[in-house]
């Protein structure tokens, strides 16, 4: 069975411009998270999706945003890129709300210049 | 708020012996737990969890956990490391469903086998 998918794989962008990543969850899953992880450091939550709602949010500023869709992907969009949003942004898919295990995806790396 | 500390950010030890990484969390309610392992430029893999029934949780590759309530410790064990151990480790708390399932990592303990 295909793992949680992630594209693209690797990204780079300048600083001022915006970014979409992409995930296809699990089969059967119906929610997905999403994390970034700063080189050299633990994944940080930014957002979980649940049945297309936003059920969860961590503290990144409102130029991150995301959205779910009717068939469980998901697509987390940042604008007005900083240096500093250069991460691997990593997506998560567990069956549904209160399940906790999640399973992660291979990732996007993106490197603002 | 839940939170862990991973004791240690470098463990080496020799291909064969026993690994140790060292994992404290603080949570206001029983917690969900879980070791994540992650090799170089690649994304999670799940270890194991604990999720309030057995104490000692077993996982893949050989690795095991204890969950202690009195230590507030969830300590990752292997009898014998093998160079394919080499990796980084996460120890993890879940928010639960009040929190939006949030997991919240620890900074990661970098393990090192050493032929």
């Known amino acids: 069975d295909a793992g949680v998918t992630q594209s693209p794989t690797h990204l780079i962008k300048t600083r001022g411009q915006q970014v979409t990543l992409r995930c296809s969850p699990i089969s059967g899953h119906k929610s997905v998270s999403w994390y970034q992880q700063v080189l050299g450091q633990g994944p940080q939550f930014i957002f979980q999706y649940y049945e297309k709602e936003e059920r969860g949010r961590g503290n990144f500023p409102d130029r991150f945003s995301a959205r779910q869709f009717p068939n469980y992907s998901s697509e987390l969009n940042v604008n007005a890129l900083l240096l500093g949003d250069s991460a691997l942004y990593l997506c998560a898919s567990s069956l549904g709300q209160g399940t906790d295990t999640q399973y992660f995806g291979p990732g996007t790396r993106l490197t603002v210049l | 708020a839940q939170s862990v500390t991973q004791l240690d950010s470098h463990v080496s030890v020799s291909e064969g012996t026993p690994v140790l990484l060292r994992c404290n969390y603080s949570?206001?309610?029983?917690?969900?737990l879980f070791w994540y392992v992650q090799h170089p430029n690649k994304g999670l893999q799940l270890l194991l969890k604990?999720?309030?029934?057995?104490?000692l949780v077993k996982g893949i590759n050989g690795f095991e956990a204890e969950f202690k309530k009195s230590e507030t410790s969830f300590h990752l064990t292997k009898p014998s490391a093998h160079m394919s151990d080499a990796a980084e480790y996460f120890c993890v708390v879940s928010g639960g469903k009040s929190s939006g399932d949030k997991l919240t990592f620890g900074t990661g303990t970098r393990l090192a086998v050493r032929p």
């Open positions: 604990y999720t309030s029934a057995a104490t």
């Open positions: 949570s206001s309610y029983s917690p969900s």
